[in-house]
């Protein structure tokens, strides 16, 4: 007869075999089919500096390069040229002082304004990135495509993620 704990451990080592016989190293270069954003729609705030979490890659081999394709309006489906055009953002050359900078154009010379891009996709991981010259593009929902690449495969994800620019 087996006893109690000699049940355990044949069932502990069956699950173990189990577990180990069926996973399947994932390929060198496999890019999935199930790539996407998690946050979809992604809502941003009209004149805000945001940026979205990476693009979900469902174990696919990094590093994973993406590059945006369009963005276009939901409504005319046509892209929408104000979002790719740069707007000013605020860099700072030293970080500011309560007790040094008294005055506001004491403030001031610590930090320039500089073009920046309203919105671009993070070559490295796909985060969505919004400047606040996000405050020249007409309030509205967005859809974007994307192109996904690693090592070996290439990925066109059409209606990858919708925008929608609120007040």
């Known amino acids: 007869l087996i006893n109690r704990d000699m049940k355990k451990l044949i069932y502990t080592l069956a699950g173990i075999a189990f577990f ?17 954003y998690i946050e979809n729609p992604y809502t941003v705030e009209q004149g805000s500096t945001v940026n979205s979490a990476a693009l979900e890659l469902d174990m696919s ?5 993406v590059k945006l394709l369009d963005i276009r309006n939901v409504v005319t489906g046509m ?8 707007g000013l953002v605020v860099y700072w050359n030293d970080a500011p002082s309560v007790l040094n900078d008294t005055t506001l154009e004491l403030l001031q010379s610590k930090y320039t ?43 066109y994800i059409y209606n990858a993620c919708n925008i929608i620019l609120v007040a």
């Open 61 to 65: 081999t990094t590093p994973v390069t």
């Open 113 to 155: 304004m500089r073009e920046y891009p309203i919105f671009k996709v993070n070559e490295i991981g796909g985060r969505l990135e919004f400047s606040r010259g996000t405050e020249n593009v007409p309030l509205g929902e967005y859809e974007i495509d994307i192109v996904a690449s690693n090592m070996r495969e290439t990925r």
């Open 20 to 36: 180990a016989t069926s996973c399947n190293p994932v390929e060198e270069g496999y890019m999935s089919e199930n790539v996407y």
């Open 79 to 86: 892209t929408e040229e104000a979002w790719y055009g740069d």
